[in-house]
């Protein structure tokens, strides 16, 4: 703190968004449209820390300031075409081409050895800092798509695209792909005449679209230039060369249905399957390999789900009470089918392995604690029996597959209710059947192994081992504890199934003849709490955080602990809005 | 109407143009295409391998000194290191992974270089040759004595590491032997010490230190000839003398250049290679200066002993006790549970009193021969040794003796360039092996160089007569503890020679029933796991340690 009143930070943004667009109705039929955009964003910083503080003790206060530019470029140049023939008949068309790219540069410096409030680096005594870098990409694509709509019953709809990416090896920049769908509004058929159901529309898809890498130059080998040896420039191979790596390619089905009954309710379901080939992920080598990892297209998945979607008004229209319900589920499932030569790949405390959800927990399996003694168990497999015992020696136990962070099913419920002037909506959200690696216990479920931290409560049916209570979910706990029980296993794997209530608001909107008197539009003040309650049993502090950390998508974040992500806050409003 | 269309046509032009090309390439790196039209690339990597160094020494120090009986721990860590200190090997432990990982990644960038060069190309080319395989033999010396088992216990079967030959990383080789290991390296350093053209100063591979680590590594084997051999050619090169007694602290203070005692250091540039204001140094966990550091790593009460034996001994300046009360002294001693104890004494002379029970007592005092004297309490039912100090700041009731032997350079708090071979270890690598040889004076001879330099007064130095009981195998570890302690070589020098390991002294080592008070030679605790990680990578190829 007491740093805080002489060291700051301070920060200017620069942006500036820049259209060039224009359309050119060349005919009835034919329009030339352009889009040309360039974004200008820059942004500088400065950091001080003053000689008198104690952070600037060392260097005697330093001066650091940083800048840094990206510059963004898009351009699509349209040609559409819009037809109708009979009354009855209408095309639509257009052929594009698209470009985009971007670059990025930084710059930054410091300096130490500055008399108090010098915030000019020329100024500082001494060298403190420097660093600057740059990377770009770019993407161009050509793509053709048309549309036939018949009656405002049948509709299909057609593309086709090529798409070029920087990221990829010059053997494999381009991608081709495609897509189909149509639709079929049976409520506008001739034959269908109830005035129960007022729509049933059917539709169905499929297409083929892809995915780049995260990395900017996914195909070469790096001899990294970021190092030195007593001064000099040094070179240090990092990342393998992939000249193949190629585009991700997810084929995509879909099916759905949406249903109007009575103009009160809406019911729409859908239903996907979509098979991702050429899965990219940046692989690591063993160290024995000196280098670092290969970006490679390692396998193919399978997705499927059904989603489900129900909103009722409850009551009729006319009615001073209305109450709008809505709900809607989804469920996913996921598999690998394919990896390169079948070989499981490991991801922090995952692994990939065929035939398994691509989220899949791989460590040692918890297996309680030894009655007799206290001491951690976990599971043991021989690798030739396959027989399972315990052991309380860490290094002995066996990696195996404990589970996934994939949930079985999740969805939400959202009503809202207005009476009068009053409004009150609720929203619920809820997800069942995953499960999340709770890795703060670590620390603060450690059975002494870290004395000097804080230790959690025992939670709800959690026990600790003694001699009069020797069946405990805890080991014993010892001062300075060295049996390696808080070691990460699927001890602090936990179920982070939830039900939360995210959001209720209560709100009074002031009638208007009431607020003209006080040349007022509008007066509405309401009271709204977020995350008021949540019924799980995951033992930290966030169930969902915690979920969304454990499911990044391969080559993203994989550490999937509770402890990565701020949890959500729980939090409530008042407020008043005013409208003049 | 006709002008738009010439702006629109002029627009779409302009953008197309530019637009077409899809080739980027990294900025931050040389690539494939690149390294082979840049001058310099050669070199560049070469030198890419001694930047790697920078890196592969943090955890090469903390996987060979922290097993150590010279280090004592204040408190427990969520640090890996945790484990390298108490011998609670760990399969996952982080700090031994990156040490693997570094150790390979050199490896590999020298096979890089040395599959692109050919011998005999010209003068620079056999350099750059001669140095890669140095480095190499100096990744697969340390790998194979912190994974595989020492060289006098069956190196025909017991495991070290796997052996690389070439720049592949798609080949998984299994783990060769401890020999194997041994006669890689033996045979990459005698073709090198042939290859070396120049002499680019002790910072980059040179003659010296291959000749250096030959030395070291025939001892290591027990042919304590080829040890002498190599010994003497590096102290009869006059390339290296060791430095004064006045001037000893300079061995970690000096840039390394500026230290004629060093054969090879990694070197560390001032500023330049010193971040986060060096917190997350080696010497930072050793001591807190100038507001830098955790301190949280103590000279062992077992080297504290030894090394104040003789007040003159100037390895002592290398241990700084953190003082709080200056006016208050103390006598510390070790308890039956080997936690630190004091009580207050006050001197008169060359005697202390203390109160015990409300009488006033005096500690025990031995002359150590050389004008100086030792000091005793009896308590607890027992004499114990006792360190008088002005009463000291303490950890978690470990009193603070910081270690500034890896800090300090050129006035920088935690800078460091750490040595791998200086001169004072070749005269002691030819005292062991002399012992060895059973050539008795031959080796207290060069142990008396080692103690006149440090200080130590004549009655303080060894003759056949005055050995009392010990070998002169023992005077020589003995030594070689205080002279070479923190820079990697005692855990090495106890296992290889049979010995057993004593750690009962204060430390966060000993905790619970299963804490390792002694570790002897025979025991599977004395070498590390292989990583897990690297076990799962490499698809089980890697066989585990036991």
């Known amino acids: 703190m007491y740093d805080l009143q002489f060291n700051y930070g301070q920060g200017q943004t620069f942006n500036i968004l820049s259209n060039l667009d224009f359309s050119y109705r060349i005919n009835d039929k034919f329009t030339f449209e352009s889009m040309n955009n360039l974004t200008y964003y820059n942004q500088t910083t400065l950091s001080y820390v003053d000689p008198n503080s104690n952070s600037g003790l060392g260097n005697q206060g330093s001066v650091s300031q940083f800048a840094d530019k990206r510059i963004t470029r898009f351009f699509n140049q349209m040609l559409k075409y819009n037809d109708t023939f009979g009354e009855k008949h209408n095309v639509a068309a257009y052929a594009a081409y698209e470009y985009s790219d971007y670059v990025y540069s930084s710059v930054g410096a410091g300096g130490k050895g500055i008399a108090p409030g010098s915030q000019i680096i020329d100024n500082a005594a001494d060298f403190l800092s420097m660093q600057g870098t740059k990377n770009d990409y770019a993407f161009q694509s050509v793509l053709v798509q048309a549309s036939y709509n018949y009656d405002n019953r049948y509709n299909v709809q057609a593309s086709y695209r090529i798409d070029g990416s920087s990221r990829f090896g010059k053997n494999n920049q381009y991608g081709s792909f495609y897509s189909l769908s149509g639709a079929w509004n049976v409520h506008n058929e001739a034959f269908f005449n109830t005035d129960k159901i007022n729509q049933l529309r059917l539709k169905a898809s499929f297409g083929q679209v892809g995915n780049v890498p995260n990395s900017l130059y996914a195909s070469y080998s790096f001899y990294n230039l970021d190092g030195q040896y007593n001064g000099q420039p040094a070179a240090i191979p990092g990342q393998y060369q992939n000249l193949d790596v190629s585009w991700e390619r997810s084929r995509d089905a879909n099916v759905g249905v949406e249903l109007g009954l009575f103009n009160r309710v809406n019911f729409t379901a859908e239903a996907y399957y979509k098979n991702t080939n050429g899965l990219l992920y940046s692989v690591a080598f063993p160290a024995t390999a000196g280098w670092s990892n290969q970006w490679m297209n390692i396998g193919a998945i399978r997705n499927k789900g059904v989603e489900l979607a129900l909103n009722v008004d409850v009551f009729n229209a006319d009615n001073p009470f209305q109450w709008n319900l809505g709900f809607n589920i989804a469920t996913n499932s996921n598999k690998i089918k394919g990896l390169k030569d079948n070989t499981d790949i490991n991801s922090g405390n995952k692994r990939f392995s065929v035939g398994r959800d691509i989220d899949s927990w791989y460590m040692r399996r918890w297996a309680g604690v030894n009655p007799d003694n206290g001491a951690p168990l976990w599971e043991k497999i021989d690798p030739q029996t396959g027989e399972v015992t315990t052991t309380s020696n860490y290094n002995e136990a066996t990696l195996q597959f404990v589970g996934t962070s994939t949930p079985k099913y999740q969805g939400g419920l959202l009503s809202t209710m207005e009476y009068k002037n009053f409004t009150l909506t609720t929203s619920l959200a809820f997800l069942k059947g995953a499960y999340a690696y709770n890795a703060s216990r670590e620390l603060f479920d450690s059975d002494g192994a870290y004395p000097t931290y804080n230790n959690m409560v025992l939670q709800k049916g959690w026990s600790r081992w003694s001699v009069d209570n020797p069946h405990a979910t805890h080991p014993v706990a010892m001062y300075n504890n060295n049996s390696s029980s808080n070691k990460t296993s699927s001890r602090y794997l936990e179920d982070a199934s939830f039900i939360r209530l995210r959001n209720v608001t209560l709100g009074y909107t002031f009638k208007s003849a009431l607020l003209s008197k006080y040349k007022l539009k509008g007066l509405n003040i309401f009271l709204s709490g977020d995350n008021l309650w949540t019924g799980t049993k995951f033992s930290s502090l966030d169930p969902e955080t915690a979920l969304s950390a454990a499911n990044g998508s391969p080559g993203e974040s994989e550490e999937g602990d509770a402890t990565s992500q701020y949890p959500s806050p729980k939090r409530v409003t008042f407020g008043i809005n005013l409208s003049f | ?546």
């Open chain 2, 1 to 546: 109407m006709k002008l738009s269309k010439i702006a629109i046509y002029g627009i779409l032009g302009a953008f197309t143009l530019n637009a077409c090309s899809l080739d980027r390439a990294p900025y931050t790196a040389l690539t494939n295409e690149s390294i082979e039209n840049t001058p310099g690339a050669l070199e560049a990597l070469s030198l890419g391998n001694y930047h790697t160094l920078k890196s592969w020494v943090e955890n090469w120090h903390r996987v060979t000194e922290y097993p150590s009986d010279n280090v004592s721990l204040s408190g427990s860590t969520t640090d890996n290191l945790f484990y390298n200190y108490n011998y609670q090997r760990l399969v996952t432990n982080s700090r031994v992974n990156n040490y693997w990982s570094n150790s390979y990644k050199i490896i590999a960038g020298t096979n890089a270089v040395l599959e692109v060069v050919k011998e005999g190309t010209d003068a620079a080319t056999d350099q750059i040759i001669a140095e890669n395989l140095y480095l190499r033999s100096l990744m697969y010396f340390y790998l194979a004595n912190v994974f595989g088992r020492p060289y006098n216990q069956n190196p025909e079967t017991n495991l070290a590491v796997p052996l690389q030959p070439q720049d592949n990383p798609f080949e998984i080789k299994a783990r060769n032997t401890v020999k194997e290991v041994y006669d890689a390296i033996e045979q990459d350093l005698l073709r090198a010490e042939k290859l070396f053209t120049a002499y680019k100063g002790n910072i980059y591979g040179n003659v010296y230190a291959a000749q250096a680590l030959l030395a070291r590594l025939y001892l290591y084997k027990g042919d304590n000839e080829k040890a002498i051999e190599y010994a003497n050619k590096v102290i009869n090169s006059g390339k290296f003398a060791l430095l004064s007694t006045a001037d000893y602290t300079k061995i970690a203070t000096a840039a390394p250049e500026n230290n004629p005692e060093t054969i090879f250091a990694i070197k560390f540039v001032k500023d330049v290679d010193y971040a986060s204001d060096g917190w997350y140094t080696i010497g930072s966990m050793y001591a807190n200066i100038d507001g830098s550091g955790w301190g949280e790593m103590y000279a062992s009460r077992s080297y504290l002993e030894e090394v104040r034996k003789y007040p003159e001994d100037v390895r002592y300046s290398f241990i700084k006790p953190v003082v709080v009360n200056e006016n208050e002294l103390h006598a510390y001693y070790v308890n039956d549970d080997y936690k630190y104890e004091s009580i207050v004494v006050s001197q008169s002379g060359t005697d202390y009193t203390y109160t015990e029970n409300g009488t006033s007592k005096t500690l025990i005092k031995r002359s150590n021969g050389a004008g100086s004297f030792e000091y005793f309490i009896n308590i607890g039912g027992k004499e114990r040794t006792v360190l008088i100090d002005k009463k000291l700041d303490a950890r978690n009731g470990y009193p603070k003796y910081y270690i500034l032997k890896c800090s300090g350079q050129e006035g920088q708090a935690h800078l460091w360039s750490p040595v791998i071979s200086r001169l004072a270890e070749l005269y002691l690598i030819r005292a062991e092996a002399n012992a060895k040889l059973n050539k008795i004076q031959e080796a207290l001879d060069d142990v008396n160089i080692i103690r006149k330099r440090a200080g130590i007064p004549t009655a303080g130095l060894w003759t056949t007569a005055n050995l009392s009981g010990k070998s002169a195998l023992d005077v020589v570890l003995e030594e070689r503890k205080l002279e070479l302690a923190w820079e990697g070589h005692r855990k090495f020098d106890v296992f290889r020679n049979g010995k057993t390991l004593n750690r009962m002294y204060p430390g966060t080592h000993i905790a619970n029933q299963n804490s390792y008070l002694t570790i002897p030679a025979t025991s599977n605790v004395i070498v590390e796991y292989i990583p897990e990680q690297q076990i799962t990578l490499s698809n089980g190829v890697l066989k585990q340690n036991d």
